[in-house]
């Protein structure tokens, strides 16, 4: 067995945890936001490393060796905030609880430690992890062990292997010390050289390999001011090497056997969760092993019905189907359960699909009835020729709105968030992975009806809630028909022409050969194109083309080294066209190939309704809204939608500038909304703000540049964002977002606004009152906070526009039904709306597509739809 020695860096850890969320206490008064996000990535990195060994390193106190060289050593920093450090205590019995073995050295730092154990692991063949958030762990990095550092927050880690510190620095793990000692560090407030960024730092470094080895040579470095520096401050920057440098060789007492790590033991981690009240994390974990557990819950009565009778079925039942697997379009139901005034019933799926009452009851629509997932419900029922109505009350959709950052993996997450424990998750339940089973039938029956008791339980508190929020309108007008008009789009599917597709895959194919043999001519050899290590020889030693030094693995050959290199060689575009196509065949034509249905030529996507923290919907198996069109070979996989009938044609709609748009209307902003009700091009009109510059004298470059800040604001841009996105420097960037909110004072003062309202409320809203909660806007940590920030902007915005186009679908779905019209909405790819239609009803279309859709909400600026419509999806656009 692999030995596997995961090494933390307590402190670091902890710090990071502290300023990476709110503050938080337990019902005692403790502060516990470090011991949760401490204890979060914990039991990520047990999940995910299972690691043999395990340490946390933690400082012994503020002095250590380095203060001797330099007492200015760390100088800079504030003290450590109160709040923070009376949670150190509860970390380190939380370990304790975990049997995970913590060590401090006096007169050392924690990563002294971890820098000497390290050390003494790679020598005896362990694979290490360092997890820190400090990046001056880098230089531990080595062939076996892997540096992670955090990045946002505390869970997103940037991996450091030799291979990817070559890549980002163009250095080698152990020049990292020589980097700081050019450059300093400024939160450890060593001193470095003044002067000296990274940038130079590195420059020097890869040209005289050492700091020693530069500071021997200053007379070979070009600029005279920079050799000034390097002379005036050559003892400072070898002070400050030593200073950065992590010692190896730390009189460490631990040895490697006594940090082995086997497991925790369940109830010592729930009791000190219990006290910390940490009780969202203890539902997640469960005892050791994925076998399905045995929990005594308080006993339930129920029947399990030999035959439906007319009793079981009245008005006001919680109705729960039990589909096991994701994909409900191929799931088979394990059973039902209903549960109303007369009892409690339990049906095997053949009983209830075969009985005639039950289907009567199913498909009345004055028999109300509560469910969970009514999409997935709908759609299942449908495929057994019974069309649920009906339906009064969706406890998946209610959850996610009022907590849309929450994930539901199943019913059990809803019942312990209002504290209803007599439940197992279906992981508990079936046991997961390869160890998932399917018991008996009257376990199967206690575990079904256990959730349709759920629904009768909280369906009432949700409606509650929701109406207290404001938010009953959005659930009951929008949510909830939309998701049976999801049903029968899902249901009706969208035909696939499996020839075209195959033929494309055929020149595709052909297209691969051809340019495979045109690199291989540029190349002057044969070699795999597909081998990062085969095309890095080819590139940078064979065809001589500029690149960092080579690691133990190789080249870098990734697209964004490729992309720089563009200009230098044919072979570059080619090899990118190469990779491009190659991902075209095998992700979206291959995979359409695959879910095909044989029968039907059909494709049955799933549009997921309650993921998206902003209301919009989502699509997989297969994801139709993620066909890359920007390549014409992409594009050109639209032609294989097509209708599924005779003389039929595809019809597709789309709102123009719908963002913009609800930024106006919510901004109030008069020329903005001026600009859309005199119908101006938006980025024309822009670009004459922002450059004072008539609509005439307007340059292609001008437009380009007004229509990405258009764009970007939406997205709370920065100026880096933009600066990146128009290849210009962050201060024209800067520059550029200046004008644009001088230009229209209105969308300057909602930004502002929506983010004083997000502090104050804790949450944001869409014109339909869509919340979406923003616990982060308080962090003290700026990154973070910035993200909370640039939600709180652009969040209305978005949601406010998938808003609009899900009331479209509601009053599209009216529409045609009024107007008895045999059209069919197929598909919605974000502000687009796809039909199939008759070619005789295309006229007709051409009427109210567009009236719906613009009509669909009432804004201060009018809503403007696009229309087209041919043989294909492609056709139509």
């Known amino acids: 067995m692999e030995k596997k020695l995961v090494l933390i860096d307590g402190n ?10 709110p503050l938080l206490n337990n019902d005692k008064g403790v502060h516990t936001n470090a011991i949760y996000g401490f204890t979060t990535m914990l039991l990520k990195i047990l999940e995910e490393e299972k690691p043999t060994h395990l340490l946390v390193a933690f400082d012994a106190g503020k002095t250590t060796f380095r203060h001797a060289t330099f007492t200015e050593y760390k100088g800079g920093r504030q003290k450590t905030p109160p709040e ?43 694979q290490v992890k360092v997890i820190s958030g400090d990046k001056d762990m880098t230089q531990l990095a080595s062939e076996n062990v892997t540096v992670c550092i955090t990045r946002k927050g505390i869970t997103d880690m940037e991996i450091y292997t030799p291979e990817h510190i070559l890549e980002k620095y163009g250095l080698h793990p152990n020049q990292i010390i020589d980097m700081k000692g050019l450059m300093g560090d400024q939160s450890d407030n060593i001193p470095g050289v003044p002067g000296v960024g990274e940038k130079t730092a590195i420059k020097l470094l890869k040209e005289f390999e050492t700091l020693e080895g530069l500071l021997s040579s200053i007379d070979q470095v070009s600029g005279a001011k920079l050799k000034d520096k390097l002379s005036e401050f050559k003892d400072q920057a070898i002070m400050s090497k030593q200073l950065a440098t992590i010692t190896r060789e730390a009189p460490v007492e631990v040895v490697l056997p006594a940090i082995e790590y086997s497991g925790y033991s369940y109830e010592k981690v729930k009791s000190i969760f219990k006290e910390l009240g940490f009780n969202s994390l203890l539902e997640k974990m469960e005892p050791s092993g994925t076998e399905r557990q045995e929990v005594e819950l308080e006993e339930i009565q129920f029947e399990i019905a030999k035959e439906i009778t007319e009793e079981m079925l009245t008005d006001n039942a919680s109705l729960y189907v039990e589909i096991l697997e994701d994909n409900y379009h191929l799931a088979p139901i394990l059973g039902l359960a209903i549960v109303n005034a007369n009892g409690k019933y339990f049906f095997e799926t053949d009983i209830a699909v075969h009985s005639p009452l039950f289907k009567e009851w199913a498909e009345d629509e004055s028999k109300s009835k509560i469910v969970y997932d009514a999409k997935g419900t709908e759609v299942s029922l449908r495929k057994r020729d019974i069309h649920l109505k009906g ?34 998750s279906n992981d508990e339940f079936y046991g997961k992975g390869a160890k998932r089973s399917v018991p008996g039938k009257e376990e199967i029956a206690d575990h079904i009806v256990r959730k349709a008791i759920i629904l009768e339980k909280l369906s009432g508190k949700l409606e509650d809630e929701l109406k207290e929020n404001q938010q009953y309108e ?64 080819i590139l940078f030693e064979k065809l001589g083309l500029s690149s960092g030094k080579k690691t133990k693995t190789g080249y870098s050959t990734s697209a964004d080294v490729l992309e720089k290199l563009a200009d230098d060689h044919e072979i570059i575009r080619e090899i990118l066209d190469y990779r491009q196509l190659g991902k075209l065949q095998s992700t979206y034509i291959e995979g359409l190939l695959k879910v095909v249905h044989p029968n039907t030529d059909k494709v049955h996507t799933r549009f997921n309704q309650v993921l998206a923290q902003t209301g919009r919907l989502s699509s997989i198996d297969p994801n139709l809204q993620n066909i890359p069109i920007r390549l014409e070979e992409g594009r050109k996989i639209r032609q294989a939608f097509i ?45 004459m703000e922002v450059f004072h510059v008539s609509a005439d004298d307007v340059t292609s470059n001008m437009r380009r540049h007004a229509k990405a800040v258009n764009f970007g604001i939406v997205y709370g841009i920065s100026d880096f964002g933009l600066s990146q996105s128009l290849n210009i420097t962050r201060r024209e960037a800067g520059l550029f977002i200046e004008r644009y909110l001088e230009s229209y004072p209105g969308v300057k003062h909602y930004m502002e606004d929506s983010v004083k309202v997000a502090k104050q409320q804790g949450f944001v809203t869409t014109i339909l009152q869509r919340r979406r909660y923003l616990p982060e806007i308080t962090s003290r940590n700026f990154n973070i906070r910035s993200f909370a920030e640039r939600t709180a902007m652009n969040t209305p915005i978005q949601g406010s526009a998938a808003d ?32 199939e239609a008759p070619k005789d009803e295309i006229e007709k279309l051409k009427e109210i597509v567009p009236d719906v859709m613009e009509n669909a909400v009432e804004l201060s600026v009018p809503l403007k739809v696009d229309y087209s419509y041919g043989p294909t999806w492609f056709d139509a656009k």
């Open 804 to 835: 609009i186009i899900k009331k479209a679908m509601i009053d599209m779905a009216d529409r045609l039904q009024s107007e008895k019209l045999q059209s069919r909405l197929l598909l919605q790819v974000h502000d687009e709306l796809i039909f």
């Open 643 to 687: 209708p599924s009938e005779e003389d039929w044609v595809i019809f597709a709609a789309d709102y123009s500038q719908i963002e913009l748009r609800v930024l106006a209307h919510i901004a109030k902003d008069e020329k903005l909304i001026q600009a859309f009700k005199d119908d101006l091009d938006i980025h024309t009109k822009t670009a």
């Open 391 to 424: 339906i009064q009350f969706d406890l998946l959709v209610a959850s996610y709105l009022l907590n849309p950052s929450e994930s539901l993996d199943d019913i059990s997450s809803v019942a312990r968030r209002y504290n209803e424990v007599n439940i197992q």
């Open 84 to 126: 923070l450090s009376e949670q150190f205590p509860f970390i380190r019995d939380l370990l304790d609880a975990f049997g995970i073995s913590r060590y401090e050295l006096e007169n050392y730092e924690a990563d002294d430690i971890i820098g000497t154990l390290s050390k003494v692991a790679d020598e005896e063949g362990f």
């Open 12 to 21: 670091s850890i902890a710090y990071r945890a502290f300023f990476a969320l």
């Open 474 to 537: 959005l659930f009951h007008d929008l949510e909830m028909p939309l998701s049976l008009i999801l049903a029968d789009m899902e249901s009706a599917g969208i035909k696939v022409d499996v020839g075209r597709l195959k033929k494309m895959n055929e020149e595709l194919a052909a297209k691969l050969i051809k340019l495979e043999s045109k690199i291989h001519q540029l190349a002057g050899e044969h070699f795999n194109i597909n081998s990062p290590k085969q095309l890095g020889v």
